[in-house]
């Protein structure tokens, strides 16, 4: 036997086969389940405070409403979970105004800590002109301002947070790890701020007689990252004592005649590349001591730019529908914009205080003037907005990464296996192969199957039929569902038969295999039962896809 311990109520034995939701009834606990344990509401949820490592993977019931319902990591539906060692949770919908917020919410986060860097800027002595000039005027010269400085915020990776009068919160590094990377965009967002501040006070001397300056202070530490307020609107944010601290460290700057402060726990990660003015300790209004506080003059941009994770602003051009409920959206390449065939990156929507994003595999070659990616419609609020996007609405890009791209050094044939959308990757690589072969250089003989349940669901169907027509490329399209009439290709899974069909030797090719989880593992089993051995696979999962 093992045991649950609830916060707030006694520790009970729990039997491995049941859910945590059946141990709690089981034991006279009250625990909230609306829908009946079915895994179409989120009441039964529970926060894991320790043994994480001893609860079961995530079911597909449990993932899919947990996309849905934006739950972390450690926020498991106890109706669903099932222990495998001794746990320490805490239910985290105890009563009736609990279950009312839940089911009106939509929520996207339920409450997590994070480290991030935040800034926050304001404009010097603003109340005299807002007193002193029409509100019309108040309120354009605002928004020409909070325009230039938000793009500067998202061009750097930053999250615009909230606007409060003249002032500007933003936070860096939602989702990220790196302290170094976080805080030198942060810094680097509010030097450029102070440069971009000169374009508005042009406007600004020449139309209203008026000049703006601003303070901006930088702070990075804990925050607590959630939505707060009434749930017809809500408002994701962050609280903390890091925030204040933050607030404290603009209001400073003008007493310091400087333009911009950051605290001591921002300079330690940008020491390396930061060229800094005074260094002095100081109080700051509501906090007791004093604090190390640096000015920063400017950052040596090479050594910046070694350090920075990059992010890009990506130009939607054209979307297209490519397969039934896929579509293709094609974004201008930005110049500095590198990728590995095979790579993928992420995406989130600029303007916009959530941190929702997405991972799309990179479907264009490596020559091509654009970045492609594909996706399908399931559904949710993160693709209805995609598909809402509109010919130069842009987008947030991370840097490519990803572990599927083309080896160095190849083996005698190339065998690429693709179920459903997983094909995208793939249809990168093997057009970056042929570009190769085409500027000269010598590539195998590459094989692709790809399989779908309809002939309507083909991804890239009529280019990879052009291709085929090229020397040492071979396309092979599989239906494992219902035919077309004229169908006169591979019908039904890929099996090693069907492998045999179209190879010589197996065993001597290298194989990459993408789409979803379940198809992946398959096609894997299926390769390494006739021999091939594991390190010739390579393998890319779409999870979310079915």
């Given at each position: 036997?093992?045991?649950?311990?609830?916060?707030?109520?006694?520790?009970?034995?729990?039997?491995?086969?049941?859910?945590?939701?059946?141990?709690?009834?089981?034991?006279?606990?009250?625990?909230?389940?609306?829908?009946?344990?079915?895994?179409?509401?989120?009441?039964?949820?529970?926060?894991?405070?320790?043994?994480?490592?001893?609860?079961?993977?995530?079911?597909?019931?449990?993932?899919?409403?947990?996309?849905?319902?934006?739950?972390?990591?450690?926020?498991?539906?106890?109706?669903?979970?099932?222990?495998?060692?001794?746990?320490?949770?805490?239910?985290?919908?105890?009563?009736?105004?609990?279950?009312?917020?839940?089911?009106?919410?939509?929520?996207?986060?339920?409450?997590?800590?994070?480290?991030?860097?935040?800034?926050?800027?304001?404009?010097?002595?603003?109340?005299?002109?807002?007193?002193?000039?029409?509100?019309?005027?108040?309120?354009?010269?605002?928004?020409?301002?909070?325009?230039?400085?938000?793009?500067?915020?998202?061009?750097?990776?930053?999250?615009?947070?909230?606007?409060?009068?003249?002032?500007?919160?933003?936070?860096?590094?939602?989702?990220?790890?790196?302290?170094?990377?976080?805080?030198?965009?942060?810094?680097?967002?509010?030097?450029?701020?102070?440069?971009?501040?000169?374009?508005?006070?042009?406007?600004?001397?020449?139309?209203?007689?008026?000049?703006?300056h601003i303070g901006v202070g930088i702070h990075y530490g804990p925050v607590v990252v959630?939505?707060?307020?009434?749930?017809?609107?809500?408002?994701?944010?962050?609280?903390?004592?890091?925030?204040?601290?933050?607030?404290?460290?603009?209001?400073?700057?003008?007493?310091?005649?400087?333009?911009?402060?950051?605290?001591?726990?921002?300079?330690?990660?940008?020491?390396?590349?930061?060229?800094?003015?005074?260094?002095?300790?100081?109080?700051?209004?509501g906090k007791t001591g004093d604090f190390l506080v640096y000015e920063i003059k400017e950052?040596?941009?090479?050594?910046?730019?070694?350090?920075?994770?990059?992010?890009?602003?990506?130009?939607?051009?054209?979307?297209?529908?490519?397969?039934?409920?896929?579509?293709?959206?094609?974004?201008?390449?930005?110049?500095?914009?590198?990728?590995?065939?095979?790579?993928?990156?992420?995406?989130?929507?600029?303007?916009?205080?959530?941190?929702?994003?997405?991972?799309?595999?990179?479907?264009?070659?490596?020559?091509?003037?654009?970045?492609?990616?594909?996706?399908?419609?399931?559904?949710?609020?993160?693709?209805?907005?995609?598909?809402?996007?509109?010919?130069?609405?842009?987008?947030?890009?991370?840097?490519?990464?990803?572990?599927?791209?083309?080896?160095?050094?190849?083996?005698?044939?190339?065998?690429?296996?693709?179920?459903?959308?997983?094909?995208?990757?793939?249809?990168?690589?093997?057009?970056?192969?042929?570009?190769?072969?085409?500027?000269?250089?010598?590539?195998?003989?590459?094989?692709?199957?790809?399989?779908?349940?309809?002939?309507?669901?083909?991804?890239?169907?009529?280019?990879?039929?052009?291709?085929?027509?090229?020397?040492?490329?071979?396309?092979?399209?599989?239906?494992?569902?219902?035919?077309?009439?004229?169908?006169?290709?591979?019908?039904?899974?890929?099996?090693?038969?069907?492998?045999?069909?179209?190879?010589?030797?197996?065993?001597?090719?290298?194989?990459?295999?993408?789409?979803?989880?379940?198809?992946?593992?398959?096609?894997?089993?299926?390769?390494?039962?006739?021999?091939?051995?594991?390190?010739?696979v390579h393998t890319e999962e779409f999870y979310g896809y079915t």
């Amino acid at each position: 036997m093992l045991q649950i311990k609830y916060e707030n109520f006694k520790a009970v034995q729990a039997n491995p086969e049941d859910t945590i939701l059946e141990t709690s009834l089981k034991n006279g606990l009250e625990h909230m389940h609306a829908c009946g344990g079915q895994a179409r509401c989120s009441t039964c949820r529970v926060l894991v405070l320790e043994g994480a490592e001893n609860l079961e993977p995530r079911n597909e019931s449990e993932r899919s409403l947990a996309r849905r319902r934006g739950l972390e990591n450690n926020v498991r539906l106890a109706c669903q979970t099932r222990p495998r060692g001794d746990v320490h949770v805490r239910r985290l919908v105890l009563d009736d105004q609990d279950y009312e917020a839940v089911r009106e919410r939509s929520v996207r986060t339920t409450g997590r800590e994070e480290t991030v860097a935040i800034l926050f800027s304001d404009i010097r002595s603003f109340t005299s002109f807002s007193e002193s000039n029409l509100p019309y005027d108040v309120i354009h010269l605002l928004n020409r301002y909070f325009e230039t400085m938000g793009e500067v915020v998202l061009a750097n990776g930053g999250i615009i947070d909230k606007y409060i009068g003249d002032g500007l919160m933003a936070s860096f590094g939602l989702k990220e790890s790196d302290a170094e990377s976080i805080c030198v965009r942060a810094v680097n967002a509010g030097l450029q701020m102070l440069q971009k501040l000169e374009e508005v006070n042009q406007y600004a001397r020449k139309h209203l007689d008026y000049e703006i300056h601003i303070g901006v202070g930088i702070h990075y530490g804990p925050v607590v990252v959630g939505e707060l307020g009434h749930h017809s609107n809500a408002a994701f944010t962050l609280i903390g004592d890091s925030v204040n601290m933050a607030a404290r460290l603009e209001s400073k700057t003008k007493k310091a005649g400087a333009p911009l402060l950051v605290s001591d726990s921002v300079y330690q990660n940008v020491k390396r590349c930061a060229i800094k003015g005074r260094t002095f300790r100081a109080p700051l209004k509501g906090k007791t001591g004093d604090f190390l506080v640096y000015e920063i003059k400017e950052l040596d941009r090479q050594k910046a730019c070694d350090i920075i994770d990059q992010v890009f602003m990506l130009t939607l051009d054209v979307t297209e529908v490519k397969a039934r409920g896929t579509f293709l959206f094609r974004f201008d390449r930005p110049e500095n914009f590198h990728f590995k065939a095979g790579q993928s990156i992420e995406i989130r929507f600029p303007r916009d205080s959530r941190t929702e994003s997405r991972t799309f595999s990179i479907a264009s070659s490596e020559q091509d003037p654009f970045v492609e990616i594909v996706t399908r419609d399931t559904g949710s609020d993160f693709k209805k907005r995609m598909l809402e996007m509109k010919p130069g609405d842009q987008v947030i890009a991370t840097a490519a990464g990803g572990l599927l791209n083309i080896p160095e050094q190849t083996a005698d044939s190339l065998v690429f296996l693709g179920a459903g959308i997983g094909i995208t990757p793939l249809y990168s690589m093997i057009r970056t192969l042929l570009a190769r072969r085409a500027r000269g250089e010598a590539v195998p003989d590459i094989l692709l199957i790809s399989s779908n349940r309809n002939y309507d669901s083909f991804l890239f169907h009529r280019e990879l039929l052009h291709l085929s027509q090229e020397p040492g490329f071979f396309y092979v399209p599989t239906v494992t569902g219902d035919l077309p009439g004229d169908w006169n290709e591979e019908v039904g899974r890929i099996t090693p038969e069907m492998l045999r069909r179209h190879m010589l030797e197996p065993e001597k090719a290298e194989y990459f295999l993408a789409g979803p989880p379940v198809a992946v593992r398959d096609l894997r089993d299926t390769l390494l039962s006739m021999g091939i051995v594991s390190g010739r696979v390579h393998t890319e999962e779409f999870y979310g896809y079915t």
